[in-house]
């Protein structure tokens, strides 16, 4: 069985391309791996396990994508690291793997930001979401500071994704549950994969150092992960001192970043290291006693850092909404996002209270990785999905001809009104052929 899976890949700055890599080895023992990267750098232990092909948009072997017998396209809302892997999907259709159930801010910063094409933005907005839309988009442009957190919820955007999807591949049970009634390509839920873990960082529990206890957030520091909250949550707690944060990823605006690291008199306390390559980020895991893991919005995803996290049984402070809403509550310490900065420094203060108590969570979220989110369990979903994808073909093959008929029917429907037998006849076949 040959496979063709399109995704962002180490070394590029991506939570995906980390997943990638955590699954391919369970991948490649179950199928011939093509990788699929527009970047012309890729770690070279990737070469092990499968066979790595550039492409470009305007040079890309079709008859090689052809061969295999499907494509996974990994989807996220970074369009730095998802634009050319959405433009193949739209030509060669497959599985989508959403990594992201709110596409809105992929579509807005591709179309508006990299291909300054305003009037395509608006277009796929009124295509899948109607004057309504429009309107909203309409106003959204022309503020100088447009509520992307509103636009993301209210026009996601995520049908723009599916719109010639053999499939969909999820990772939460809400978005199996939306996405299920709300599209009508197949609809898979995964639980998203965990690399193994080592040895190492199963004995990191043994080399942690005393305090100051280490806070620790990673990834791509944007406007949803709250980070002004939890400096100013951090502040105000009596039990500052007991602590250092440690700031690692790109960061959407680091210099406002700095002025509110200052403005809370925290430059003692908190260090902003910038992005760091993986293998530094788990020394820095390894020595940490909790992370911050918020988000608020959601934008339905699953959580990649989350597994990581765990991977080095470490507890957590999480919002509870969307997936992290789901994670048991001998796992995490939630955050409600009406009282969050309230709910941060009483974590932190309990943290110091009884930091065993907080060790067992992490704990607990390290065997939800080993049961739950296993690179091999995930591996073996992807190859029965493309064992499957005869049945997926034929079908997206009868759809499209379906919505053919349907168009010029639209055009002769008059003409047929006479003969309610005929019109009967396609409307059958065209049920028939889709159902």
């Known amino acids: 069985m040959k496979i063709n899976w399109f995704s962002p890949i180490p070394p590029a700055r991506s939570g995906i391309a980390d997943y990638t890599f955590g699954i391919l080895p369970e991948l490649a023992q179950r199928a011939e791996v093509t990788l699929w990267t527009d970047r012309t750098l890729w770690e070279p232990e990737l070469e092990k396990y499968a066979t790595l092909r550039h492409f470009q948009m305007h040079r890309i072997d079709w008859v090689e994508v052809n061969r295999a017998d499907l494509s996974f396209y990994n989807v996220g809302n970074n369009h730095l690291h998802h634009a050319a892997i959405w433009q193949v999907s739209r030509q060669s259709p497959g599985i989508v793997v959403l990594h992201d159930m709110r596409l809105h801010d992929f579509f807005e910063s591709l179309y508006r930001g990299q291909w300054r094409d305003e009037e395509g933005y608006l277009a796929q907005i009124e295509k899948h979401y109607g004057e309504e839309g429009l309107r909203a988009a309409t ?11 509103l636009m993301a919820q209210r026009f996601p955007l995520t049908p723009a994704v599916l719109e010639n999807a053999l499939g ?24 998203l994969a965990s690399a193994p873990i080592s040895a190492a960082m199963k004995a990191e529990n043994d080399g942690r150092p005393a305090e100051p206890y280490r806070l620790i957030i990673f990834g791509h520091i944007g406007r949803n992960r709250r980070l002004y909250a939890v400096l100013e949550a951090l502040s105000g707690t009596s039990q500052r001192d007991r602590f250092q944060l440690d700031i690692y990823g790109e960061i959407d605006d680091p210099k406002t970043v700095r002025q509110r690291i200052g403005t809370f008199n925290l430059k003692d306390t908190v260090t902003v290291h910038g992005y760091t390559p993986a293998e530094e980020l788990d020394q820095a895991l390894g020595i940490a006693h909790m992370a911050i893991n918020l988000r608020y919005p959601t934008m339905g995803e699953a959580s990649a850092s989350q597994l990581r996290i765990w991977e080095h049984a470490l507890p957590s402070l999480v919002t509870k909404v969307g997936w992290y809403a789901s994670l048991p509550e001998e796992a995490v310490a939630y955050v409600q996002p009406e009282n969050e900065v309230a709910d941060i420094r009483s974590h932190l203060e309990n943290f110091v209270a009884d930091p065993d108590r907080f060790a067992r969570m992490g704990q607990r979220g390290r065997r939800l990785v080993e049961t739950e989110h296993h690179p091999k369990t995930y591996a073996e979903t992807i190859i029965s999905l493309a064992a499957n994808a005869r049945e997926f073909k034929e079908r997206h093959a009868a759809y499209a001809m379906a919505q053919r008929a349907g168009a010029i029917m639209g055009s ?3 003409e047929m009104s006479t003969d309610a037998d005929a019109a009967k006849r396609v409307a059958e076949k065209i049920h028939t052929l889709t159902g």
Request: charged letters at 30%.
């Open 139 to 149: 106003e959204f442009v022309r503020a100088r500071h447009g509520d992307y957190d």
């Open 412 to 414: 002769w429907t008059k």
């Open 168 to 191: 969909a591949v999820v990772h939460t049970k809400d978005a199996f549950n939306e996405l299920r009634a709300s599209t009508r390509c197949p609809v898979f839920y995964a639980p």
